[in-house]
């Protein structure tokens, strides 16, 4: 069965770097995003991407945040100057005939 | 506002027992999914409700959808201790939001053996 991957599963950071976290999607699913669950709380939208670009933001996902299709099967999320509260687990979604598939997660920890 | 709120917050159970768990939210949708969370691990999607549906089984699983009450249950019939796990609805408002999941806070299941 066709699964989303994420690299990697687990990263440490110090406070003020540049993290970015990759997801490879379903083959043929057109719809990516990206969502983020802080240790205790409930799954949080941040973004979705189609043909190319952003469609759909929340208000999380602010400048130091950013998405990228650098070619045909990798999508990034990238946050330029993480911050404490950026410590979350983050997971990686394809859609394709209006079911999502979700990616083991990375856990992203600021120091 | 809160969308996709589920109750209880956390089920204790004994294995062999039935587990109910609610969801209720609050604006229109094209379809109600349930996940499942083993602790600090991956969402495991569990069923696909649609707006035109009224219930749906997989399994141990059952799903029903009252979209004049914005509502949905997920049963699961003869737990097992391994259906230890957070149980979270998500709701897909689909439109220009085609795929994006609003989830909720989720149930804390635990089924002892």
Redesign the interface.
């Known amino acids: 069965e066709p699964e989303v991957t994420q690299t990697p599963s687990h990263q440490v950071t110090q406070m003020g770097q540049e993290v970015i976290l990759r997801c490879v999607p379903i083959s043929n699913h057109l719809?990516f995003?990206w969502?983020r669950q802080i240790l205790g709380?409930?799954?949080?939208?941040l973004v979705?991407f189609?043909n190319n670009e952003i469609?759909?933001k929340s208000e999380i996902f602010d400048d130091q945040f950013s998405v990228e299709r650098p070619d045909g099967s990798n999508f990034t999320l990238k946050i330029r100057s993480t911050k404490l509260e950026d410590s979350a687990?983050y997971?990686c979604?394809s859609?394709g005939s209006?079911?999502?598939?979700?990616?083991?997660?990375t856990?992203l920890l600021v120091l | 506002s809160q969308q996709g709120e589920e109750d209880p917050q956390a089920l204790s159970i004994q294995e062999g027992e039935n587990a109910t768990m609610n969801c209720s939210y609050k604006t229109s949708i094209?379809?109600l999914?349930w996940?499942r969370q083993n602790s600090?691990?991956?969402?495991v999607?569990l069923i696909?409700i649609r707006s035109n549906e009224r219930e749906k089984h997989s399994g141990r699983l059952r799903v029903t959808l009252d979209t004049s009450k914005k509502s949905s249950s997920l049963l699961i019939t003869a737990s097992r201790a391994a259906d230890t796990a957070s149980y979270?609805c998500?709701t897909?408002a689909g439109g220009?939001?085609?795929?994006?999941?609003?989830?909720?806070?989720?149930t804390i299941l635990t089924v002892h053996p």
């Open positions: 719809y995003y969502y709380q409930k799954v949080e939208f979705s189609y469609s759909e687990m997971f979604a859609s209006g079911l999502d598939y979700f990616g083991p997660g856990r | 094209n379809n999914q996940y600090g691990r991956g969402l999607h696909l979270f998500a897909d220009t939001s085609y795929g994006k999941l609003t989830f909720g806070q989720g």
